[in-house]
């Protein structure tokens, strides 16, 4: 293989690989990229065996053929290169060759035969999504998904079209102390999401928010069999899915709750995150004490100390007390962009709600802890 390509174009392509390829070694051979040379491009492939990705850009092509390599080193080197044309060439022994101008690099190979069989769709079935949206319900739900290994059903956001519905979709996200849902339009049919819904894993979700932030055009995407493949312009992701049977989410969603208070959320936030500095520092317990129109927020620890600060509420009901982990109830808050939210509750005992004052679609759940 022996390819002309600008240091520009090189970097971005390896620049997409750099959090798919496998970093712990449990198989050496994942630290790799795959490339290949042929039609006037250059196609990388990385994979975790989880989350694969594969892309292309255009390359003057000396001689076609294949090379894999250390995808960190080989993208460290070509990143600090001043812009301009490169070559890259495969040496014997699988080795690499950089070169660009007077610098010269020789990077270790391996055989390119030794590289997984990347995997293979054949669906065209495919909806189109658009990435706006995409990546809001993603941000809305990642952070409840939990980092238990030995619930690995929950290691993911579950997505599924709603009951009743050609395009609507549902994102659900818990760790079992914390849950959020959120629905939104598609305004396309949704393809091969079958009635059953999906789980989608938190890194896969990553790589595809990375792929599509900021971006205000649409994207494809598809499910067959075990898999989650996403397209947009070069780029090919496909995800393998998570196995198992997501639980009933719904029964941990109270209804009719009797307790409603509208508060500003920056104020909440902000309160939240100077009390809960002297807050027990592995429960980040903080105690919310409602009476008419006041909110007291309090926290104690007795080897660091207490903190307690009152709030202006929107409140009616009677008074009682409730405790929160405050980084749920934070991340809640961080994930909602209205002036305006809402909390709901029964009593200290049950879950609570965190909402935007002007979205029904989407819902915070937190469970409460003992005061």
Known sequence: MKVKIEQKDFSQLLARSQNIVEKRNTMPILVNVLLEAKDNKLTLFSTDLEVSLTDSVDA???EPGRSAVNAKSLFDIVKELPSGEL????LENHWMKVTMGTSEFNIVGISPDEYPVFPTYNTDEFTQVESKIFTEMIEKTIYSVSNDETRYHLNGVFFEKLKGSENSCRMV??????????????????????????????????EIRKLIEGKDETFEMAV???????????TLLMIRLIEGKYPNYQQLIPQSLKQSIRVRKDELYSTLKRVSLLSNQKSKGVTFALSQGRMQVSSNNPEMGDAREELEIDY???????????????????SIGDETVTLEMNDQLSPGLVKPEADNNYTCVVMPMRI
């Open 224 to 234: 067959e069999g075990a898999q989650l493949i996403v397209r947009t312009g070069s």
């Open 316 to 334: 009616k009901g009677e008074d009682f007390k409730i405790g929160f982990n405050a980084k749920y109830i934070l991340e809640a808050l961080n």
């Open 87 to 90: 070559q890259i060439e495969t």
């Open 173 to 206: 996200a818990t760790d079992g102390h914390r849950l959020s849902v959120i629905d939104r339009d598609f305004g396309d049919k949704l393809a091969g999401i079958g009635g059953q819904g999906v789980i989608i894993p938190r890194k896969g979700l990553n």
């Open 60 to 62: 003057e092509i000396l």
